[in-house]
């Protein structure tokens, strides 16, 4: 036997799977079929692979028959029905242990979450806030002026298209920080950039991007390197970068 069916049903239910699961089941697949060899899994894999069986047991005998003459052409309706039942139960069977799967893996993400709670973050360390709006919502603390400001920064970031990642959002607070220590400076700094529509903060009023002679405003006073890794912000000063290409 050189091949077998690959049916949609298998792709839905191993996409919610772990890589090193995805080869396992895979290989297992393989092997079952192609060599007759019964596969030693265990965990998710096992589960994945034993919803998939009935299958792949159908693609072996398949290939058998195809191989003496193929099957009788002809099927009766009886039993084209009781084919029809049988994929319907072989659906319902991989739905459930499709809703397995996805319990298991929730209850792992539960349990890693946990343990690195417990561990005190990765490598010792704090774990860091999830979303830029934790980022933000740490750095304001109870100052609710600041929170609005920080909030509508993210807002208008979203509304350009340019949404915060958690990384992006500390840089912000980084930049803020290295402006001023006053918190409603600070707040009149995100509502000055919300309001511009700028990506990043400047300093108030006199330190506003700079227009060119011919072009449009840049953004900032700082050259962009053709390696920057950080989007718009320059690790160094906590400003904007600015393609000098």
């Given at each position: ?138 750095f304001a603390g109870e100052n609710a002026d ?58 108030l009023h006199k330190d506003e991007p700079k ?35």
């Amino acid at each position: 036997m050189e091949g077998f069916t690959f049916w949609r049903g298998y792709l839905n239910t191993i996409k919610i799977a772990s890589p090193e699961d995805v080869k396992s089941v895979l290989i297992a697949m393989g092997e079952y079929v192609l060599d007759d060899q019964e596969p030693e899994l265990d965990g998710t894999a096992a589960i994945i692979f034993e919803a998939f069986r009935a299958n792949l047991d159908k693609s072996k005998k398949r290939a058998t028959a195809g191989k003496t003459g193929g099957e009788k052409a002809n099927a009766s309706k009886t039993k084209q029905t009781k084919s029809n039942a049988s994929k319907r139960k072989q659906t319902e069977a991989n739905e459930k242990n499709r809703e397995a799967i996805i319990t298991n893996n929730k209850k792992q993400k539960t349990n890693n979450k946990e343990q690195t709670t417990n561990n005190g973050g990765y490598g010792g360390m704090p774990s860091a806030p999830g979303t830029a709006l934790e980022v933000f919502a740490e750095f304001a603390g109870e100052n609710a002026d600041l929170m609005s400001a920080l909030r509508g920064f993210a807002e208008m970031r979203q509304k350009i298209k340019k949404p915060l990642t958690p990384r992006a959002a500390q840089m912000i607070v980084n930049g803020l920080t290295k402006i001023t220590a006053d918190p409603g400076e600070q707040a009149a700094i995100l509502d000055q950039s919300t309001v511009h529509g700028w990506q990043t903060v400047y300093p108030l009023h006199k330190d506003e991007p700079k227009k060119a002679k011919n072009g449009p405003t840049m953004e900032a006073v700082t050259p962009r390197p053709s390696n920057a890794w950080m989007d718009d912000i320059d690790p160094e000063t906590g400003l904007p970068w600015v393609n000098d290409g």
